[in-house]
């Protein structure tokens, strides 16, 4: 069965930084596509960021130019650093394997002064 447990997150200032982690277990980690969606209250789950097992990574349009997605495949971990922070991006951010359709427990991140 595969988990996937996210860290990070927390309370931050407009224009701050922020980095999630998700270390994945119960997988072929370095095989499958990793992503990273988020949920605002009464909003849909949207995409924020993916990457392939070979460092290919998209974004949502939203995030571009601000968020950065990467992975350590020995570590089965997935990152999403967070920079220059909106409080438009204040959601709970999701770790998801697309292969297997698993996500993690989510996590609150809040931009607010």
């Known amino acids: 069965q595969v988990q996937l447990v996210e860290s990070g997150g927390g309370l931050v200032r407009p224009g701050g930084s922020t980095t999630l982690s998700c270390v994945a277990s119960?997988?072929?980690?370095?095989?499958?596509?990793m992503g990273w969606y988020r949920q605002a209250p009464g909003k849909p789950r949207e995409l924020v960021a993916n990457?392939?097992?070979?460092?290919?990574?998209t974004y949502a349009p939203a995030v571009t130019g601000r968020f950065t997605i990467t992975r350590e495949n020995n570590k089965r971990t997935a990152y999403l650093q967070m920079n220059d922070l909106k409080p438009e991006d204040t959601a709970v951010y999701y770790c998801?394997?697309?292969?297997?359709?698993?996500w993690g427990q989510g996590i609150q991140v809040t931009v607010s002064a």
């Open positions: 119960g997988t072929t980690f370095n095989y499958y596509i």
């Open positions: 998801h394997e697309e292969y297997s359709r698993s």
């Open positions: 990457i392939t097992p070979r460092f290919l990574a």
